[in-house]
């Protein structure tokens, strides 16, 4: 069993609810525990970062010192959250003047930070402490054949961490190949979905989700996944948007990588969150179902 | 009387200011220049051209998606992303009031649902958005918002982080210190 | 005799004078033990400067020389002969590095000065231990070897054996001519690159005082400047080539192929092949690795056609030793294999290629005749060529590769000329320094190619508009315009970086030289001395040394012939005096000394059962002063008693 320390991220308790459950309902099958920070607060994502760097790395170091305490890695499934919590822990690292100064601020709650957290991302995590191999043996229902897009985004392989190429990632090829499914070849799976300036620039990002979609459904993808909560809703939530924008008819399920993984261990859809995904995921359970019926059947 | 390049050149964010060679790649690669009215070259040759007006007065930073594409290939190790992010801190810090994009505000809302709550709370962070900026604007978004809530995804309460008042101390106290 | 010393401080301009106090420090000279005399002057190296050196010498008795000026690699010879032409025993000097070590390094003026009076009273105290030691001459053997037959070889050998000495020409591929034999026109004068190569690589061919060695390779190095010692393994051709004609036959009836590595794989030869028809020497050799006979033991279809039977499948690869006096490296570069660049889809999308994979295919005498084509035979309606791929760049190779630009532009003259392709040059700067290089670039303008200044974002083939379906798209920002843009082409070519060949390092250990941190051989000055390296006797031209242009090549090479001339019409050589010395009466014969010394420079005696040093591969490096457990070995020039004088001056 791995302990890790968990920073699920704001989105977790809302728009990425169904990233919550999933990564909850897989731990136990994959047997790592992710053990929710006690108490943790935002982590300031990009907007504070942008609106005041340095007191965005002090709301970052109060989950630092936190995570400091329990002695174990702090993993986050959100890639938003996991660029800045590893930037700003980077950063401390790199500044003691800057840390002299948030340890000042942190002392005001008793807290203090030393730099020994180490920040990761589940995805990470998933690939090298777990890894696809693992992943592979603990499958109750291969995918078999169910040609998924690896989604990236940006911010699991940019700036580049040294986990994965940030040209020509292959990280989530390896895990949805892992499950039995077949991960198609798509050109644009770690180019930008428009984050969350799917709200103040909504007209810049559709058009970014619109190509996004297109290379996916011309890979011959029958669905996307993507570990990232921005991309997921991004995807999902706005598909209709782009449809209505650009009069396509896209009707691709988007789901989270865990989600998937819930499936070829055969967990419930529910318990993974599924219901809460806006495109429909059926078809991705009735090809999965009749896959293994037929296998079962016996024919 | 420092020049506006080496002032950048010296915060987070402006690393490497002086090696940029102008060869485009930035520009060529961003998703987001065709919005931008100065891209990431052009930005850096303004503020070389010590613009600083021109320069904290312009949208163009406001629409960095910050997918850090230019950063991983640009030669000469310049960091468009954090450079755009040190532009926006100066803008908003100095009280530029930018037209032609409402992110500012949309940050301004997200940063605002920390300091009431200690986590973001997406519902009530959008409608604060939507008054700042153009409450009929969120009309357009009741079909996804409501589609959102009816799939479980946007509970209407927020939830509290219990050292919410630990972190408004701290951040009180990190200003009172003033910068290092 | 009683030491009489003087020192002399240099103010080097304002390199010195301008933070040390060169008068106090003169004055502190003064006052030292042993010193009669101190003076201060402003260029000490000047004739002037070393007039007063000598005056001293003669007419005060002066007989220990300090000078306190720059580092000794610039001007510690120029003092020593000053020294001798005044009678004194050159090894009775000193230099205090007061410049490179203190008043260029030293912000403070006052510490500055300090530290210089240190480093002179340092140099002092030691000066009153030197012994009056004497350089030994060894005579320089006049046979040269030259590692690597391209255009920098050729010319280098040619050079030498043009003044009737030999030369040994050793070459890794089958045929010398190297990269430049590769290549359809050169710029700028468009001059066809096989018609002026292969008359000189005929000339190496029939030279009597060249013996080329082609399809070998150098083994080991051993020896010291003007006695090299090099073995070099000749490998089997498989053929007995004082019995081949070179009529052909064989390749042509040879029926297993392999791919061409002089056409850069876009070809395939045979497994019994020469590499390219105007080869030198032309003679065939056999590829193991894909000749039946090897693999399986069948076929041996070339036996049955060689009229001359000169088959020869018992071949063995040929161990030689040379001697030679001086070795020039002259091994040229590799191209930058662009496939990691994930963007520009190198190896991932059809029809984009490197720089030399179009030279050969523009070249007439290539894989497809000259002709420009696509993957599918059909011709190009538009080409881009990408400039700086792999160069300029902090993730690759952060230096400019100087040749690419003008490449380029040949290139896109070559496509005018070939093709009616609508031609676009992606640069960040044009460099057309050489002579008639701007012309050059005034004359592709002109022809109607399209220079776009901005470096590519990417080459995807992910169409964004139907115009765009089925070609490859160019995405980047127009940086003049100002506007990113996305341009649909059928063709992309990548000037690629020159890069160091990937044995470099081995290379370099092998021969005792250096590299710089961009991997190239180094030299010993960059300005100054362009073709020497840190290792007397071992020269270097070429792009192994740095990336350059064929007449810089050209000049290079001979720069580096010239050298070997001088050392060879000399006849002799002089070697260091700073070299370790056993006392066979002390030393016990335990060898530790030997095996620790990097030069091979140690003996031992069964006879006496004592070590011996050999003063001529001995570098003077200490290794052996410092492990020896009974402190037998002592380096002159470098005594414990001079260190420890030193020591004591520099702590006051």
């Keep these: 069993m791995r302990y890790y320390s968990y920073f699920p991220g704001c989105s977790s308790e809302a728009t990425a609810i169904g990233l919550e459950l999933s990564n909850q309902a897989i731990s136990q099958p994959l047997e790592i525990e992710l053990i929710e920070l006690e108490d943790w607060n935002c982590c300031g994502s990009t907007p504070y970062g942008s609106l005041d760097r340095q007191e965005s790395v002090l709301v970052v170091a109060r989950n630092l010192a936190l995570a400091e305490k329990t002695g174990l890695d702090l993993v986050t499934p959100c890639s938003s959250c996991f660029v800045t919590l590893y930037g700003a822990n980077l950063e401390l690292r790199e500044n003691p003047g800057l840390m002299r100064r948030v340890n000042e601020a942190l002392a005001v709650a008793n807290l203090e930070y030393h730099g020994n957290v180490r920040v990761r991302h589940l995805i990470e995590v998933l690939v090298n402490d777990v890894t696809p191999e693992v992943i592979s043996a603990r499958v109750k229902r291969p995918l078999n054949g169910l040609k998924v897009a690896p989604y990236y985004g940006c911010q699991l392989v940019r700036p580049d961490y040294g986990f994965d190429d940030p040209e020509s990632p292959h990280s989530l090829d390896r895990l949805v190949t892992s499950l039995g499914a077949e991960a198609v070849p798509f050109a644009l799976k770690n180019r930008c979905c428009g984050g969350s300036l799917i709200i103040s620039d909504e007209s810049m990002a559709l058009g970014l989700i619109h190509k996004l979609l297109e290379n996916a459904r011309e890979s011959g993808a029958e669905c996307i996944t993507t570990p990232c909560p921005l991309c997921q809703i991004n995807l999902d939530a706005y598909q209709g948007r782009v449809n209505s924008k650009f009069n396509t008819n896209f009707d691709l399920p988007v789901l989270f990588v865990t989600q998937l993984i819930g499936l070829a261990l055969e967990i419930e859809p529910k318990s993974l969150g599924l219901n809460t995904n806006i495109v429909s995921p059926n078809r991705v359970l009735e090809h999965i179902t009749k896959v293994s019926q037929e296998a079962g059947s016996g024919t | ?180 | 005799m009683e030491p009489r010393i003087g020192v002399y401080v240099c103010h080097c301009g304002s390199n010195i004078a301008g933070v040390v106090d060169c008068e106090a420090v003169t004055q502190f000279a003064q006052g030292l033990e042993g010193v009669i005399v101190a003076r201060d002057y402003k260029f000490m190296c000047s004739d002037p400067g070393q007039e007063l050196i000598k005056k001293d010498i003669r007419e005060l008795g002066v007989n220990r020389v300090v000078v306190a000026s720059c580092s000794p690699t610039m001007h510690e010879p120029t003092f020593r002969r000053a020294c001798q032409e005044a009678g004194l025993n050159p090894y009775f000097f000193e230099m205090a590095n007061i410049r490179e070590q203190c008043s260029w390094v030293t912000e403070d003026h006052e510490e500055a000065t300090e530290k210089a009076k240190a480093l002179i009273a340092a140099a002092v105290r030691r000066v009153y231990y030197h012994q009056p030691l004497e350089s030994r001459e060894v005579p320089v053997n006049p046979n040269t070897l030259v590692v690597g037959g391209g255009i920098a070889g050729i010319q280098a050998a040619l050079t030498i054996a043009n003044s009737e000495h030999k030369v040994y020409l050793v070459e890794r591929d089958p045929s010398i001519g190297g990269h430049m034999a590769q290549l359809d026109k050169t710029f700028p004068t468009l001059d066809c690159s096989a018609c002026i190569l292969t008359p000189k690589m005929t000339l190496v061919g029939s030279n009597p005082y060249i013996e080329l060695m082609t399809w070998s390779e150098v083994e080991e190095v051993s020896g010291y400047i003007g006695n090299f010692k090099v073995k070099v393994r000749k490998k089997a051709r498989y053929i007995d080539v004082s019995k081949c004609t070179g009529c052909g036959l064989c390749q042509e009836k040879c029926p297993w192929k392999a791919p061409s590595e002089f056409d850069v794989g876009l070809a395939q030869r045979k497994a019994i092949y020469t590499p390219f028809a105007q080869a030198v020497p032309n003679k065939p050799l056999i590829d193991r690795e894909y000749c039946a006979y090897f693999q399986k033991g069948t076929c041996r279809a070339c036996v049955k056609f060689c009229e001359a039977e000169a088959i020869d499948f018992e071949q063995e690869d040929e161990i030689v030793e040379l001697e030679v006096g001086a070795i020039i490296l002259a091994t040229g570069f590799s191209l930058f294999d662009p496939t990691p660049i994930h963007q520009y889809g190198y190896g991932r999308l059809d029809n984009v290629i490197t720089s030399l994979e179009f030279e050969r295919m523009v070249n007439s005498a290539g894989p497809t005749g000259g002709h420009v084509v696509l993957k599918g035979g059909s011709h190009p309606e538009s080409v881009a060529i990408i400039h700086c791929v792999g160069s300029r760049d902090e993730k690759y190779h952060e230096y400019c590769s100087r040749i690419c630009c003008m490449q380029s532009m040949k290139f896109a003259h070559l496509l005018k000329e070939h093709t009616d392709a609508e031609v676009y040059e992606f640069y960040i700067d044009i460099r057309s320094f050489g002579k008639g290089y701007e012309e050059f670039y005034n004359r592709i303008l002109n022809e109607g190619t399209i220079f776009i200044r901005g470096r590519p974002a990417e080459v995807t083939d992910v169409a964004e508009t139907p115009e765009e379906k089925g070609k490859l798209i160019v995405q980047f920002e127009d940086t003049l315009a100002g506007v990113q843009r996305r341009l649909p082409v059928d063709m992309v070519v990548l000037s690629c970086a020159l890069e160091p060949q990937p044995d470099a390092e081995v290379v370099a250990r092998m021969f005792n030289i250096s590299r710089s941190a961009d991997g190239f051989f180094l030299e010993r000055h960059p300005k100054l001395e362009p073709v020497t390296t840190m290792t007397d006797g071992i020269f270097v031209a070429g792009c192994c040394q740095g990336c350059r242009d064929i007449p810089d090549t050209v000049a290079q090479a001979s720069a580096t012939a010239a050298e070997v001339l001088v050392m060879i019409s000399r006849g002799k050589v002089e070697i260091e005096a700073a070299t370790a010395v056993v006392d066979e009466r002390i030393c016990s014969g335990c060898q530790l000394c030997l095996a620790l010394c990097p030069y091979s420079a140690i003996s031992f005696d069964e006879e006496k059962e004592v070590c011996r040093v050999n003063e001529a591969l001995c570098k003077g490096c200490g290794t052996c002063v410092s492990a020896c457990p009974s402190n037998s070995i002592n380096l002159n020039h470098f005594t414990n008693q001079q260190i420890v004088a030193e020591m004591e001056g520099i702590l006051g």
């Design chain 2, 1 to 180: 009387m420092i020049s506006f390049v080496s002032e950048v050149a010296v915060i987070p964010g402006g690393e490497n200011i002086y090696q940029c060679i102008q060869c485009g790649v930035c520009s060529g690669t961003c998703p987001a220049a065709g919005e931008m009215e100065y891209p990431p070259r052009k930005m850096i040759a303004l503020i070389r051209a010590g613009m600083r007006d021109t320069v904290l007065a312009s949208s163009s930073m406001w629409h960095c998606l910050s997918c850090y594409m230019c950063t991983v290939r640009c030669p000469r190790g310049v960091k468009p992303t954090e450079l755009a992010h040190a532009l926006e801190y100066l803008a908003d810090k100095e009280g530029y009031r930018v037209k032609g994009t409402s992110t500012p505000a949309m940050y301004h809302s997200f940063v605002d649902s920390i300091h009431s709550n200690g986590r973001v709370h997406e519902f009530g962070m959008m409608l604060k958005y939507y008054l700042r900026t153009n409450p009929l604007a969120a009309l357009k978004m009741t079909k996804v918002g409501l589609s959102l809530f009816l799939h479980k995804r946007l509970p209407l309460m927020p939830k509290k982080v219990k050292g919410k008042e630990d972190l408004s101390r701290m951040i009180q106290r990190f200003r009172e210190a003033g910068s290092s």
